[in-house]
C-alpha cells in the first residue's frame, strides 16, 4: 500500500517572497493530519501543489505514489478537495451540484451514496435550493459531499471551517472522524488552533517552514516552561507593564486573560509581584496554567526568530 500522502523538501518563491521553504512530511492511510497556522503562512500554496494546480520550484511530493508533476491526470481523479472559499455553482441547486461532480467523474450520486449519506440526509431538504441561497454550514456541507461524490482515497480540506459557526464546526469535524475510519487520508488545514487537538498529527506552520510535526498531546508536553494566566481590570495597562518587566520571557494577550512566561520561572514570581505592587492594578489574578498548542505555537515563533 502507497503512503497516500509523501512531501520531500517542497519549496516555493512568489517573487521575493519565500511561500514555502523545504516543506517535508507524510499523511498515512486513515489519519487525520493538520496543516495549522495563520493566514498567509503557506497552507494554500502547499494545497494547491498536492492537488496539481500549482508547480513548485523544487522538492517532491506524491499522493498515492503518482508525482503531482508526471501524474497529475490520475491524481485529479482519485482526490478530493475542498478549498477554503465556497466555489461550486452558486445558480444550481444543491441536487444539480452534486449531479455535475458525480457526472466529471464519471460516476453517479447513487452509486457513492454510501460514503455521503450521513452528510447528504443533512443537506436533502434543501436539494431544490440554489447553492448560493444556502447558509455557510449547508454549503460546507454541499462542497464536502461535491467533495467526495467520486469516492477519493485522499482528501484535501483547505481552511473548511473559516467563518462556519460553532454548532457546524463541531459537526464538521465529527463527519471528518467517521471518513477517516473509513480509511481515507485527510489532510486539513486550519488557522484555529483550538482544532488541532482533534487531529491524529499537526504540522505547525508559519512564514513557509514547518515548526514542528507530531502529536498535539506530544507538542504540549513539550512545553517546559512554568505557564500563568494573568488579569487585572486594567488589561492594556497589564501587559504594557508586564512587557517592561525584566525578567518577563513573554506575554500574549488570550480571551480575557494574558499567558505569561517568566524568564527564572517560579524563581521570578515574588520579585514580579513586588514589581506590579505600586502600580495599583485592581483585581489582579496570578494562577499557573497548562500549555495549550497556541502557547507551544507562540513559543516556537519565538525560538524561530531568535536562531
Known sequence: ?????????????????????????????????????????????????????????????????????????????????????????????????????????????????????????????????????????????????????????????????????????????EMLQRLRQKGIAILVSTPYMDEAILCGRVALIQNGALLKIDTPQQITREFSKPLWAVKAKQMYRLIQDLRSFEDTDSCYAFGEYLHLTLKHGEADVDKLRAYLQPKGHEQFDMVPITAGIEDCFMELMKSEKQQ
Not at 95 to 107: G, K, R, S, V, Y
Not at 141 to 151: F, M
Not at 155 to 161: G, H, K, R, W
Request: glycine content about 8%; overall charge neutral; hydrophobic content about 40%.
Open 1 to 173: 500500500m502507497q503512503t497516500p500522502i509523501v512531501v520531500q523538501e517542497v519549496h516555493k518563491n512568489f517573487g521575493e517572497v519565500k511561500a514555502l521553504r523545504d516543506i517535508s512530511f507524510t499523511v498515512n492511510e486513515g489519519e487525520l493530519f493538520g496543516l495549522i497556522g495563520p493566514d498567509g503562512a503557506g497552507k494554500s500554496t502547499l494545497f494547491r501543489i498536492l492537488t496539481t494546480l500549482l508547480l513548485a520550484d523544487k522538492g517532491k511530493a506524491t499522493v498515492n505514489g503518482l508525482d503531482v508533476v508526471k501524474d497529475y491526470k490520475a491524481i485529479r481523479k482519485i482526490v478530493g478537495y475542498m478549498p477554503g472559499r465556497f466555489s461550486l455553482y452558486q445558480d444550481l441547486t444543491v441536487q444539480e451540484n452534486l449531479d455535475f461532480f458525480a457526472t466529471i467523474f464519471n460516476t453517479t450520486v447513487k452509486e457513492n451514496y454510501g460514503l455521503i449519506e450521513e452528510i447528504y440526509v443533512q443537506i436533502a431538504p434543501f436539494k431544490d435550493r440554489p447553492a448560493g441561497k444556502l447558509s455557510g454550514g449547508m454549503k460546507q456541507k454541499l462542497a464536502l459531499c461535491c467533495a467526495l461524490v467520486h469516492k477519493p482515497t485522499v482528501l484535501f480540506l483547505d481552511e473548511p471551517t473559516t467563518g462556519v459557526d460553532p454548532v457546524s464546526r463541531k459537526e464538521f469535524w
